[in-house]
Nanobody, 121 residues
Framework: QVQLVESGGGLVQAGGSLRLSCAAS????????MGWFRQAPGKEREFVAS????????DYADSVKGRFTISRDNAKNTVYLQMNSLKPEDTAVYYC??????????????WGQGTQVTVSS
C-alpha cells in the first residue's frame, strides 16, 4: 500500500512558475515509476509527465514539453513537478500517481488526492 500527498498548488499569474511535490509513504517510492496527471473541470484526466524508478527515463505530454520538468528524490520519497511558463490552459487539479513501470503508467496503481493549480491571465 502506498499513500501519496500532493502539495504546492495555488494561484499564479500566466508566465509564472510553480513547483508541485508528491510525498509518498508506505512502500518506498523507489519501487515505482511515478507520474503526474491533471484534470480540468468538465474534461477527462490527462497525462502530464512520468519518471522511471531510477530517474533515468522521463516522458512528457506534448503540451508541457519544454516547460515542465519531473524529478524525484528517492531518499526523501518525494517526486516533484517544476512548472515554468505557466498558461491559463494549465489550470487543473494535478494528481500524483504510481505504476510498476513507465510502460504501465496508463493504469496507475495509486493516486493522490490532488492539488489545485490555477493560472490567471
Amino acid at each position: 500500500q502506498v499513500q501519496l500527498v500532493e502539495s504546492g498548488g495555488g494561484l499564479v499569474q500566466a508566465g509564472g512558475s510553480l513547483r508541485l511535490s508528491c510525498a509518498a509513504s508506505g512502500r518506498p517510492v523507489s519501487s515505482y515509476a511515478m507520474g503526474w496527471f491533471r484534470q480540468a473541470p468538465g474534461k477527462e484526466r490527462e497525462f502530464v509527465a512520468s519518471i522511471s524508478w531510477g530517474g533515468g527515463s522521463t516522458d512528457y505530454a506534448d503540451s508541457v514539453k519544454g516547460r515542465f520538468t519531473i524529478s524525484r528524490d528517492n531518499a526523501k520519497n518525494t517526486v516533484y513537478l517544476q512548472m515554468n511558463s505557466l498558461k491559463p490552459e494549465d489550470t487543473a487539479v494535478y494528481y500524483c500517481a504510481t505504476s510498476v513501470n513507465l510502460a504501465t503508467m496508463s493504469s496507475p496503481l495509486y493516486w493522490g488526492q490532488g492539488t489545485q493549480v490555477t493560472v490567471s491571465s
